[in-house]
């Protein structure tokens, strides 16, 4: 079984500030991916950012960076300079294998407000 | 390039009824998966929908039932509505065995049980 622990239920953060969202995972498959979305309060789940188990440089995506350290099992989520329009939830889901589509676990989520 | 839609996006239904959500997925796309969210929770993973059968399946009981169309558009029925349903449906399509195989998902249908 896989399962995924997000502490930070909810964050405030000063705009044009870094921000680091809190990711650990617990899982006994051999290789994995772990993926970042967002929910505005609109409902829709917005794929942000992706990193595979056997990747060996961790995930960038414009302002999104995942620190990814295996060891330690934890796919943190980096927004640089961050922007009025970031404030949403934020949920870190895992999946049990590099490819194909099998189901995602999803964490309970950190909800994030930038504050002007 | 058309994204996941979802409709109706609101639904209100009384216990004991049974409703049928619906989901086009992304353009190209030929996975569909479903997934449950509760108020302050993340998503539950109900099952998944390749080439019009069920490839996978969550820990939800046999009231929740899936259909997969020739097209890719697919349907959740929920039999027997119970107050404990009422939650965000989530739809999500994907390309299977592309890529990270990341899933799109749609605006989401808020169902009620009264």
């Known amino acids: 079984a896989q399962k995924i622990t997000q502490t930070q239920p909810g964050m405030f953060v000063q705009e044009k500030e870094a921000v680091t969202l809190d990711c650990t995972y617990d899982t006994s498959d051999p290789s994995y991916g772990l993926f970042w979305y967002k929910q505005p309060s609109s409902g829709e789940m917005i794929f942000l950012i992706y990193?595979?188990?056997?990747?060996?440089q961790n995930a960038t995506e414009g302002r999104y960076s995942l620190n990814f350290q295996k060891a330690r099992k934890s796919a943190n989520l980096v927004i640089s300079a961050s922007q009025l329009g970031d404030s949403a939830m934020y949920f870190c889901a895992m999946r049990p294998s590099n490819f194909g589509n099998e189901k995602l676990t999803f964490g309970t989520g950190t909800r994030l407000t930038i504050i002007p | 390039d058309a994204g996941v839609t979802q409709s109706p996006t609101h639904l209100i239904k009384t216990r004991g009824q049974q409703v049928t959500l619906r989901c086009s997925p992304k353009s190209g796309h030929d996975t569909v998966s479903w997934y449950q969210q509760a108020l302050g929770q993340g998503p539950q993973f109900i099952f998944q929908y390749y080439e019009e059968e069920e490839r996978q399946r969550g820990n939800f009981p046999d009231r929740f039932s899936g259909h997969q169309f020739p097209n890719y558009s697919s349907e959740l029925n929920v039999n027997a509505l119970l107050l404990g349903d009422s939650a965000l449906y989530l739809c999500?399509?994907?390309?299977?065995?592309?890529?990270?195989?990341?899933?799109?998902f749609g605006p989401g249908t808020r169902l009620t049980v009264t």
């Open positions: 990193q595979g188990s056997y990747d060996q």
């Open positions: 999500a399509s994907s390309l299977i065995f592309q890529g990270a195989g990341e899933q799109y």
